[in-house]
């Protein structure tokens, strides 16, 4: 999609059109005839939020009403899907082009009903031979933004489509050494952005005993891959914020192989890590200045001859020992060394980590957020619910009380890799993770239910929806 920004009169534009209305009498200064009036008139009473579309022969008019009086995070998420609505209508209509104007209709709303039609407009069809539909042109009325905010938005956006152009990818196409290789590439375009990847001997020699496990059953070799971004107009310059991110290129539980349909769409168990790897891409983009790291452990899960078994016990990086209970409660254990490497190393002023970690933060609380918990970091965790509830992505947390400690008590090393019962697994994964934080503040994201949609939801197809870039981009902002 193409943006261009330019002076547009509602009323006399000749172009199909997109119409904004936030303001009370939605009757007038419509660019609108009189018997369409009547219709929005009686769609008024009916309720305060809707989308229509008007002939305007051979172009069309597409009116969204919204209730401006509502909370400002509440109106823009309501944008976003309304633009969804609209976006289907110009498929049906076969409309590319389209202007867009508004009248009682904030800066910051108007760009919310950009982002939801944007996000909404990505599909991925590298692999489909039949061309799908996707808007050509937005043309935005020069009065809601300047050119540059426009720019340091559409490079926010992008990166969240490759993202999800990472995560939809299969593992057939995209394995630990080629997402290695994805990233140093896309890290070359940036001057501040340090690209390190270390290869099978190198964790060896780290002895990350929790991502060498977990590759024992591929054939395909792991990677550890750290993107450093550190911009020139430096403030926090020896306490960077660490984001760890899950990167399991398929799982297919190994041993304990995931049994009927419960594996499919697991080639979106990298999820986390694709998307802290655009966080730091999106950050260095817009020149943010923070100090940012993202620690990405990569590997797929196999049962392959040499695979890793129940009953193994691994002496993770840091020392600390783990009984294998199940080969499917894998990420936990790549994450953990990330986690131990990112104490050991970069004395972080708080880490976090995305991870599609356990089915159970999907049964929790479905695909509506983000089952979060937190150990000394009771602030950053606060201020990402904030911005979370900002940009419509949002947390809710999980406690972190010490009783559950017992549940991840091996009898044979220091720790076992899954409850011992089968509640609150989402926890137990938290608390698991959190031993290898140590004293550093640190935030847990479960994106479980979040990072792949089986079904569309709003502005996100069927598939990865890049989830959770926006609200980390967000809090870095903040910083
Ligand atoms: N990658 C899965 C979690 C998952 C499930 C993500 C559904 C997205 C959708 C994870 O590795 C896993 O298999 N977790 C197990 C843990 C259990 C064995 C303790 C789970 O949640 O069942
Ligand atoms: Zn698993
Ligand atoms: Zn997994």
Redesign the pocket.
Known sequence: MIYTLQDINAKEYEGSLIFLYGDECAERNLPLGRKEVESVKRKVESGKNFVCGFDRLPERLYFVKFDSERPSAEVQEGLRRQAVEVLKMMEKDGIKTVALSGEGTLPEEMIAFVEGLTLADYSFDRFCSKERFHVDELKINAVYCTQEELDFQQRLWNRIFWCREWVNLPVADLNATQFAEELQSVAEGFKNVKCTVMDKRKIESLRMGGLLAVNKGSVDEPRFVVLEYTPSNLKNQNNPIVLVGKG?MY?T?GL?I?PDDYMQ??K??MAGAATMASVVFAAADNALPVHVVALLPLTDNRPGFNAYAADDILTMYDGTTVEVV?T????RLILADAIAYAVKNYNPRVIIDAA?????A?RAISTFGIAAMQQNAEKELEMLKIVGNEVYERLVEFPMWKEYDELIKSDFADLRN??STPQA?TIT?GKFLAHFAKEVPYVHLDI?GV??FTKAQHYFRTGASGYGIRLLYAYLQMQ
Not at 328 to 331: K, R, S
């Open positions: 399991i799982d539980g304990n995931k769409e697991m979106s168990d199940n499917d409660a894998e990420g599609t970690l356990t089915g159970a999907v899954c409850g697994g994964a479980a990072a792949y």
